[in-house]
């Protein structure tokens, strides 16, 4: 069954950092781009970062850039979020999730994220 | 800011049809996918590209778009329907991704 597993989520303290890990299976990883989202409890959903296939282009959203580092290891099949000075508003649960192939309008492409893992709750507190 | 902008809630007779919308400049470039979150579970992709329905998407759900506005369609709204639907795309510099504010659709 394809599938992503978080892990690594815990209770910090302001300032703190934390890595995350997920675990693909029973797909070709290095086929795909990934990413984290997070969504803070009772809150909507949020882009966090994004990695390439190759782990060679890395993006990231305003709140976490300079704070967060995405990266991959293929021959693990695992993705990591290093997450450093940790803030109350990081709090959230935060997912995995696979990028989709397709989705073009010309060469404008969007296939969405098609895979997600149950997520792992982050909280940061003192 | 979001730069997806949605409804925050909309309710439907039980079957009944029920439009979303979701409208954003970078919507004119990339479509718009569509996501269902139950609570307590992960959000579930229930729409992409033009309009495809994954493996298990009941075909009550369908997708368009015109302009800088991208839509879900449920016709004949279920009670399971019930949950929260986000939309997604790229940000306007195609780099980012970006997430819509959610609708929570109510089934009467």
């Known amino acids: 069954e394809v599938q992503l597993v978080e892990s690594g989520g815990s209770v910090v303290r302001p300032g703190g950092s934390l890595r995350l890990s997920c675990a693909a299976s029973?797909?070709?990883?290095?086929?795909?781009?990934m990413n984290w989202v997070r969504q803070a409890p009772g809150k909507g959903l949020e882009w966090v970062s994004g990695?390439?296939?190759?782990?060679?282009?890395?993006g990231y959203g305003d709140s976490v850039k300079g704070r967060f580092t995405i990266s991959r290891d293929n021959a693990k099949n695992s993705l990591y979020l290093q997450m450093n000075s940790l803030r109350a508003e990081d709090t959230a649960l935060y997912y995995c999730?696979?990028?989709?192939?397709?989705?073009?309008?010309?060469?404008?492409?969007?296939?969405?994220?098609?895979?997600w893992g149950q997520g792992t709750m982050v909280t940061v507190s003192s | 800011s979001s730069e997806l902008t949605q409804d925050p809630a909309v309710s439907v007779a039980l079957g009944q049809t029920v439009r979303l919308t979701c409208q954003g400049d970078s919507l004119r470039r990339y479509y718009a996918t569509w996501y269902q979150q139950k609570p307590g579970q992960a959000p579930v992709l229930v729409i992409s590209?033009?309009?495809n329905r994954p493996s298990g998407i009941p075909d009550r759900f369908s997708g368009s778009s015109s302009g800088n506005t991208a839509s879900l369609t449920i016709t004949g709204a279920q009670a399971e329907d019930e949950a929260d639907y986000y939309c997604n795309s790229r940000d306007s510099s195609g780099y980012h991704k970006v997430f819509g504010t959610g609708t929570k659709v109510t089934v009467l």
């Open positions: 029973d797909f070709t990883f290095d086929d795909y781009g």
């Open positions: 590209g033009k309009d």
């Open positions: 990695i390439n296939w190759s782990g060679d282009s890395t």
């Open positions: 999730a696979r990028e989709s192939l397709g989705g073009c309008r010309g060469t404008s492409c969007w296939g969405g994220f098609d895979i």
